[in-house]
């Protein structure tokens, strides 16, 4: 009985080639007006509830109330 060894197939262990990027002007650190970016912060589990629960009884978007709150503080204390 004889026995053959198989070899195993090559694996192609690189990685895709990185996608192209729009070339970066101005400011490097900067994003365009109007994307919208992640924000987190940690609050109590008792005021997120209430914060959702205001935005849903107003038919808003999360995002939009945070704005909206956030205009109103700006307008009244700076």
Do not use: C
Request: aromatic fraction near 8%; charge should be positive.
């Amino acid at each position: 009985m004889s026995t053959t060894a198989l070899q195993r197939p090559a694996r192609n262990r690189k990685s895709p080639p990185p996608a192209e990027k729009r070339p970066l002007t101005g400011n490097l650190h900067t994003e365009p007006r109007g994307s919208k970016m992640p924000f987190q912060v940690r609050i109590p589990a008792e005021i997120r509830r209430d914060f959702k629960s205001h935005a849903v009884n107003r038919d808003m978007d999360y995002n939009d109330l945070f704005v909206e709150v956030w205009q109103f503080w700006k307008e009244h204390n700076s």
